[in-house]
């Protein structure tokens, strides 16, 4: 959750930057910002990426989980599964 933030800080940064310094005529600093943005940017297509990727883990483990527990009698085993699935759909949808 801090890299989201921050990346989202980064971007709003970058943004501001290179509005300013194209509204100024710097173009030191309107490239500098675009280049944060673009940055900030990349990293949280990567974040959300790999929470996805997680995500979709998650849900596999938890369907394996609940099939085995449902199959051995095993309810501990089964109520995990259920958890993981649901984990893993929540960080599908962040």
Avoid: F, P, W
């Amino acid at each position: 959750m801090t890299d989201r933030i921050s990346n989202t800080a980064n971007s709003y940064m970058g943004g501001a930057k290179q509005t300013i310094g194209e509204t100024i005529g710097n173009t030191n600093l309107a490239a500098s910002g675009a280049q944060q943005k673009a940055q900030a940017d990349a990293a949280q297509k990567a974040a959300d990426a790999k929470t996805n990727a997680e995500g979709v883990g998650h849900k596999v483990q938890g369907g394996v989980q609940q099939n085995v527990g449902s199959m051995t009698g095993n309810t501990s085993m089964e109520a995990r599964g259920h958890a993981n699935e649901v984990r893993g759909d929540i960080e599908r949808k962040v």
